[in-house]
């Protein structure tokens, strides 16, 4: 995904995330959403 928008890039760039069952993306989103909550709780809202 980083790589998709390049510098200078003038067309539109569209990813999509594709997902299966018990994959390693799948449990990197799940920690992702495990970090957000832990952020969300310990830093100030603005």
Not at 15 to 36: C, D, F, H, I, R
Request: proline share 7%.
């Amino acid at each position: 995904m980083d790589r998709a928008h390049r510098i200078s890039q003038d067309k539109p760039v569209f990813v999509y995330k594709l997902l299966t069952g018990s994959t390693v993306e799948e449990k990197m989103l799940a920690l992702q959403e495990k970090k957000k909550v832990l952020a969300e709780g310990v830093l100030p809202p603005g």
